[in-house]
């Protein structure tokens, strides 16, 4: 299994990214997937999980109304979409999938058995 995410970058406060993560041998959709993210200093954060269908989709309160998750099976995908982004969303961003099944997916880092190499969201 691999995880490739791609998307970050540096922007100003307000602004908005998209972040990617392909997935090779593994199935988008199928089982839990998430977003994680880790800034320097502190732990690793779980900021959003996803399975199968929209419905499914969680992010945490803290990144409510700014951070979407979502997935497109046919392209085997995984995104996190970031809205009016803040200094304190700087961070090392990294996609993680597991073998577990949805509809209710943990945020524990634990459980993800896969992790991308991650991508880097710098605000200023």
């Known amino acids: 299994v691999q995880l490739v995410e791609s998307g970050g970058g540096s922007v100003q406060a307000g602004g908005s990214l998209r972040l990617s993560c392909v997935a090779s041998?593994?199935?988008?959709?199928?089982?839990?997937m998430g977003w994680f993210r880790q800034a320097p200093g502190k732990e690793r954060e779980g900021v959003a999980t996803?399975?199968?269908?929209?419905?499914?989709?969680y992010v945490i309160d803290s990144v409510k109304g700014r951070f979407t998750i979502s997935l497109d099976s046919a392209k085997n995908t995984l995104y996190l979409q970031i809205d009016s982004l803040k200094p304190e969303d700087t961070a090392m961003y990294y996609c993680?999938?597991?073998?577990?099944?949805?509809?209710?997916?943990?945020?524990?880092?634990?459980?993800?058995?896969?992790w991308g190499q991650g991508t880097q969201v710098t605000v200023s």
């Open positions: 993680a999938a597991s073998n577990v099944l949805g509809p209710y997916c943990t945020l524990g880092p634990s459980r993800y058995n896969y």
């Open positions: 041998g593994y199935t988008v959709g199928r089982y839990c």
């Open positions: 996803i399975a199968s269908g929209r419905g499914s989709a």
